[in-house]
């Protein structure tokens, strides 16, 4: 493959004019021969360069609107045309074919149309046809072409042009971009044909392009592994890849996996009182509701305040000085808000390990869209869980809940709804008062959570458990009547679950037998 190759003639046709005009200057000052179309042409001139016409090198003019103008092979054999290759260049002399040895191409913005709601027959118009054909073309023969199709890599090849030519390192580079930015854009389209216009939920061929964020991280959820973060191309919800850093070390792996189940659990509450949620190892370990951000931290704290050292910290409203000053008390690894005032990111700046980052807004709990999940050998997608209980519940004990139960039922079953299974919630005047998460039985995560709300009163010197009168969550029905009468012995006085084991008759007479009011939802909240 030759090294060093000299550019004599350029193609350019972009729809982002960003730096075209300096581009333009810099290869005319090199001695370039400019080629270009429409739009592209006229700013070139307009910035005092000299261009030809694509029409003047084909001998056709632009038609049907423009989607026909590059399509010809006196463009494309100049691209492919293998340069040294005998019967090539006998071909191209005797069709009057000249090399050509860069292209300047971006594509027409079809992502961005689609994203401002335009219509369907304006979206297809921005289907880029002739740009792909010559980002590919050239990307082939990046032996002698150099194919550019991002403005930020300009002053590089203005650089090498004038140092005499492209070298082959950059041409490879920029052909392996090309036709990833091709693949991204052919999957924008795809998609946009699977799911908007023909909506299809899981199309027989599954196109997904993303674009790595920054750098690779530090190491993946453990040091001997690699990572990075990717985020999708194309309209999509914001957020913790999103979110402004502010403060703080680079975020791991861990602190981004933590932070985005901190920013979904506490997203559930967009709408509250004034929310605080304690997360660690991607499960909440306290989370509360109070008059302002300062008294439901340290509600969501008294939780667990064990196991909340080096967490991460939701909050769903901004941040005062106030609320800096008590989350700073103990170590905290990450702490996530819509803001933070002036006076709070000086708090939050005296601990220069505290990552501090800013949504802007919540994303919408109600919201549709996929997950995805790697296996070996493949991938498991499914719709998001953004159930929620709109009917009135079903009460099936002979108690009814009374109006504060019902309140701690419904905040429990929203925090449920992020532990992972199998998941036990006590809620008590509408904070968490414990939590048992992620154990293969039911019944362990109920006593687990009993014993984490004993500790947690010895801790805080209350005399009993929060568990006292609280009103319990599981994700899932209670397979046996033992889970639901642990619950009642650490203090429950309602209950509210799914429903739908074969036991359901042994659990609700259980239910009775104790006094206690419990609610089926008809709905499973399993989280792996």
């Known amino acids: 493959m030759t090294d060093q190759v000299a550019v004599r003639r350029a193609l350019l046709s972009v729809s982002d004019k960003t730096g075209l005009a300096d581009f333009g200057r810099a290869l005319a000052a090199a001695g370039v021969e400019l080629i270009s179309t429409g739009g592209t042409a006229k700013a070139l001139r307009d910035a005092g360069l000299t261009v030809a016409d694509v029409a003047d090198v084909t001998g056709f003019p632009e038609m049907m609107d423009g989607r026909v103008k590059t399509l010809h092979p ?8 293998v340069r040294g290759h005998p019967e090539h260049e006998a071909a191209m002399r005797e069709h009057g074919i000249a090399p050509i040895d860069l292209v300047v191409v971006n594509l027409y913005p079809f992502a961005q149309t689609v994203a401002r709601g335009a219509e369907r027959d304006e979206i297809i118009e921005n289907i880029d046809i002739g740009g792909p054909s010559m980002v590919r073309s050239a990307a082939k023969n990046h032996a002698s072409v150099a194919i550019v199709t991002d403005p930020a890599d300009y002053t590089e090849i203005a650089r090498e042009i004038a140092e005499g030519g492209t070298t082959s390192g950059t041409r490879k580079r920029l052909a392996a971009k090309a036709y990833a930015a091709t693949a991204a854009y052919d999957a924008a389209i795809a998609s946009w044909f699977a799911f908007a216009d023909q909506g299809q939920m899981f199309p027989d061929m599954l196109p997904i392009t993303m674009t790595r964020s920054e750098t690779e991280l530090r190491y993946g959820e453990n040091p001997h592994q690699k990572a ?12 913790v890849a999103q979110a402004e850093q502010v403060q703080g070390k680079a975020l791991s792996y861990n602190n981004l996996n933590d932070a985005e189940g901190a920013l979904e659990l506490i997203s559930e509450f967009r709408g509250d009182r004034p929310t605080v949620a304690i997360i660690k190892h991607a499960n909440p370990c306290g989370v509360s509701g109070g008059v302002d951000v300062e008294a439901a931290y340290r509600a969501a704290l008294a939780c667990d305040p064990v196991s909340a050292f080096g967490g991460i910290i939701a909050s769903n409203r901004p941040l ?10 103990i170590f905290t690894e990450v702490v996530i808000a819509p803001d933070a005032d002036e006076a709070a990111r000086a708090v939050f700046a005296a601990k220069k390990n505290l990552r501090l980052l800013l949504t802007g807004d919540l994303p919408d709990p ?9 296996m070996t050998g493949g991938y498991l997608l499914q719709t998001r869980d953004n ?17 504060t139960e019902h309140a701690d039922m419904s905040f429990a079953w929203r925090v449920a709804k992020h532990v992972k299974s199998n998941a036990i919630v006590y809620a008590r005047d509408g904070g968490t008062a414990g939590i048992g998460a992620g154990q293969m039985s039911r ?6 959570a009993a014993w984490k709300a004993r500790d947690a009163a010895e801790t805080a010197g209350w005399p009993e458990p929060r568990t006292v009168g609280s009103a319990v969550a599981s994700d899932a029905f209670f397979p046996f009547a033992d889970g639901l009468i642990a619950a009642a012995d650490a203090g429950a006085t309602a209950i509210i679950q799914p429903g739908g084991s074969i036991r359901d008759d042994d659990v609700v007479a259980a239910a009775d037998e104790r006094d206690l009011a419990m609610a089926f939802t008809g709905m499973r909240h399993f989280r792996h």
């Open 443 to 448: 019944l362990d995560s109920a006593r687990i």
């Open 228 to 239: 990075a973060l990717y985020v999708p191309m194309g309209p999509h919800a914001n957020g």
């Open 320 to 329: 005062g000085e106030a609320d800096a000053r008590a989350i700073t008390e």
């Open 74 to 81: 006196a463009v494309h054999g100049g691209l492919l045309g």
């Open 366 to 374: 109600a919201r549709g869209g996929l997950t995805m999940k790697a």
């Open 387 to 403: 159930g929620r209980i709109e009917a009135a519940l079903k009460i099936v004990t002979k108690r009814q809940p009374t109006d």
